[in-house]
Structures are given as C-alpha cells and as structure tokens.
C-alpha cells in the first residue's frame, strides 16, 4: 500500500522497465539499456539529461532488477566522506550500485573518491546529471563509465504520465477529474515529469471532489507571477534556440527578454553561461576576440556567485554579445577542415615540419628544410605547411568585418596571390 502522504510523483514512481514512460530509444524493445537491465550485468553509468525525464526512475529500476544493495547520494549535500561510507559497506555487503544525483555538484577530490572502487568493481556507479558530462565528469571516472543521454519528454508522454496518474493514483481516483485542458499543465511544468505530477496533485487537491481542470485554473493556482515559461507548448530546448539566435541575429532586446524566460523558469545558470562561451566563438570569433573573453568572465563569474545576482553579469554578457559584430568564419573553418580530414585520411606531415628529436629521426631527414619565420624579415617566409596532396588549401575566409578585414588584409600580403584573400 502506498503512502498517500507521499507526492504524486512519488506514489507513481515505476518499478520496472516496462512501466517507464519515455525514453524509447533507451528503454523501448530494441533499447540498449533494456538489454543491459534484462542481462542483470550492469556497467557503471552516467545518465545525463534534462531534469525530471526519468535518471533516478531509472536508477531505482536497475536496483529493484539486480537485487543489489541500493545506496543513493546527493551531490548537493554529500562530500568525500560520505562517499568513503558507502564504498566501506559495500566492501561488506559484496556488489553495491551507488546512485548519486547531481553528480556533475562534486567536485574533483570527490570525484577522485570514487576512482578505485569503480575500477575494481565494489561500487556500481549511478550518476545522475543535467550537464554535459564531458564538461562536468573528469576524465578518469568518465572513461570507466557508459553514458546514456535522455531525451526531453515529448508532449504525449507528458499526456500519457497524466493518463497514467488518473487512471491508477488511489487517491486521484477517489475524485471526479475532468481534464478540459492541458497546455498551462504542460508549460508551468516546462518537460519535467515530476513537477507536472506534483502539480496535477496541487491542483487536484484545491478543487475539491468534483475536479474540471483547465488551463486557466491551473494558473491561478500554481499562482505563476510570469508568463507562462511557453505557451505554445514547446519545451526547455526551444528558448534557449530562440535565445542564441536573437544574440546571433543582434537583436539584444530580444536576447535579454529570452534570457529573462530562463532566468524566471529556473534555468541553471552554468547552462546559459555554457552556451554564451560557444556563442562567442562560434557566432562572434575574430569578429570581436573580446567577446570569448567577456563570455570567459561570465562562465566563471556566474559559477562562484549564482542567482539572483548574476542576472546582472549574464544580462551584461548578453546584451554585449549581441551588440557585437558577427562572423562564423572561424567556426566554418573547422567544419571544413574536419570534413578534408575525413574525405582525404592520414595523409603524411611534410618531413620538414616533422618533430626530430633523435639523432636517427634526423638522419632520416625529419625536419631537413625547414625554414624558422624568426629568421626572416617580418617573421615571415613563403612556405608550404598541409601535406602534398591538399597544397593550397584554403580553409579559413575571414568574414566581413572591420576587424577580420584588416586580418585578410594582412593574410594578403603575406600569402600574395597563393589563397586568393
């Protein structure tokens, strides 16, 4: 029997595989992690995705599978000596799964911490995370992990959740519920199951036995004090789209007005940050070098002092970004250079500009001929650096702007007529 008390979230939290809403591509009858579960072998894993899609579900799906025994930390409250708790009993108790949420909070000694027990097997390792784990996982533990990364929830899981919960809930059931709308359900809870649930319940139990919810209900009692975070129903990921593009479109009014969406929908601050140093590069470049690093500062600023005030930093960022000059020459230029490297291969580094560190790789001729641009005049001299068979090779165009004007300029001058600048 389940606690009422507990929340709806909570009651409905499913306790295996076939229960789980979403995450087809994962879970679904071809899904990897399926196989994985159903196998009873587990790796340790991080789960990374948006909040509320199904990472601690999971966690608790894979415990109740393999019968092992189950200790969960958060990285929000947890520290090193917690850890080393766990990874003492588990030495006791035989195969453990740790699951820590929020993984991506720990720090690198905390992470360290883990280390050993992961690679000898004590502990299963279950992380949890919102944030890009390249980024937030340090290598090490990172590499003796599978990463599964989560979708957002789509509009009809989120509907199938809401069936799910009138249909089997004992205590929704005890009630007449007559589900008019759904859209402010689905927005205020913005992809994230378990508010959507916690708030189906805070509305079930304002309205009484004889329950009709629509969309304006539904907002006077959540008593938002801000537009809905989308009331066209798209989710988390189509802000952020509508952010970067009125920053690459130079459009500040627009950018800090998305950025306001974010910041009054709870947004985590480092994600915004994140996607301001891409921008910077990617959209702004040479440009504006500045740029990456005013967006530098900010990534770090916002990391130490977090909400509310670094609204002001991300809205200073924001709004300077957008102001600023615009070039993806830089950004195309990789692309371009990836794609050569894929469609020509290895091809071989000219010997002359190949390192020569012993005497053999030298009398092998490694390094014969190279000609040190500090010895010439202007610190330049006319040489052929890409491997013979792509001589010439134009990657980067500069843009068309002041400061990327007087770079092809001087690109010209040194290069004369060889890459047409």
Known sequence: MFDLNLPLAERLRPTNIDELIGQEHLVGEKGILRKTIKSGIIPSMILWGPPG?????IANIIANHVKSPFHTLSAVSAGVKDVREVIEKAKRQGKTILFIDEIHRFNKSQQDALLGAVEKGTITLIG???????????????????????????????LNLIAAALANDIKLKKKTIELKEHKALLNISGGDARKLLN???????????KVKITD???IDIAQQRV????KSGEQHYDIISAFIKSIRGSDPNAAVYYLARMIEGGED????????????SEDIGNANPTALVIANNTFQA??????PESRIILSQCVTYLASSPKSNASYMAINKAQQLVKETGDLQVPMAIRNA????MKEEGYGKGYQYAHNYDGNFTEFEFMPKEIENKKLYDPGKNAREEEIRKRLRSLWKDKYGY
């Open 53 to 57: 899609v199904g990472k601690t579900t």
């Open 128 to 158: 949890a995370t919102t944030e890009n784990p390249s980024f937030e996982v340090n290598s090490a533990l990172l590499s003796r992990c599978q990463v599964y990364t989560l979708k957002a929830l789509t509009e009809n899981d989120l």
């Open 199 to 209: 708030l189906l319940e805070l509305v079930t139990d304002s309205l009484g036995e």
């Open 216 to 218: 304006q209900v539904v």
């Open 227 to 230: 537009a809905i975070y989308d």
């Open 269 to 280: 601050v480092k994600f915004i940050a994140r996607r301001l140093l891409i921008l910077a």
């Open 302 to 307: 916002v990391a130490v002092i977090g909400y």
């Open 357 to 360: 560190p012993t005497k053999l």
